[in-house]
């Protein structure tokens, strides 16, 4: 509780010059930066502040919040896919994988009252299991203001309930934010 992530470059958490580090792009391995404990109902790592960072090409989710009351600002992150590695989902046509990463998600048991805002976001891949730019997962009152997303493989903007059998999304509140080339839907909602 009560930390500070400020002024890090963190760089190429999910693949090296030749080899995926996991041998598997899709297992949630290297993330750039995570928050507390996986679906977890006790872990209560709070009042955390991630701000002025530059996150490159980080596996599955570059920041990962799974708890309540932080604050992620002022964060340049930004993960384009990359070239072929085994076991990576790919476009065969163009022969670049499909995976780059998540930038920034928030959700599960604890995962509310974040502020998200003021983030560079750049060119997120698609993630099977949820493929938003920004996502908020089974999570509630959140803010998601003032961020800039470009180039998203999926949504720009993604809140969706009900994927652990957690609550659904409720009472997040998303505007000024400003957000280009998404892969279908700019701002993707279910519950």
């Known amino acids: 509780m ?13 693949c090296g010059p030749s080899v995926v580090f996991n041998n598997g792009c899709n297992d949630g391995g290297e993330h750039g930066f995570a928050m507390g404990t996986y679906n977890s ?22 920041i990962d919040c799974y ?9 340049w992150c930004y993960s384009p896919p990359w070239y072929v590695f085994p076991s990576c989902y790919t476009n065969t046509t163009t022969n670049v994988a499909y995976w780059g990463s998540r930038l920034i998600k ?4 604890l995962g509310y009252r974040n502020v998200i805002q003021s983030n560079d976001v750049d060119y997120s891949g698609y993630v099977p299991d949820g493929p938003g730019a920004i ?12 961020n800039r997303v470009v180039c998203a493989a999926g949504s720009s903007i993604q809140v969706y309930g009900g994927k652990y ?19 279908y839907n700019t701002t993707f909602i279910t519950t």
Do not use: K, M
């Open 2 to 14: 009560y930390n500070f992530c400020q002024s890090n470059w963190i760089h190429n958490n999910q």
């Open 41 to 62: 109902s006790n872990d209560f790592t709070a009042f955390n502040i991630i701000e002025d960072n530059d996150f490159y090409l980080s596996g599955h989710d570059v």
């Open 67 to 75: 708890e309540p009351s932080n604050v992620i600002q002022n964060n």
């Open 106 to 109: 928030v959700g599960f048991q």
């Open 135 to 146: 996502t908020l997962s089974d999570s509630v009152s959140n803010i998601v203001r003032f």
């Open 165 to 183: 059998g957690d609550d659904p999304c409720s009472n997040n509140y998303i505007y000024n934010n400003s957000c280009a080339f998404g892969g």
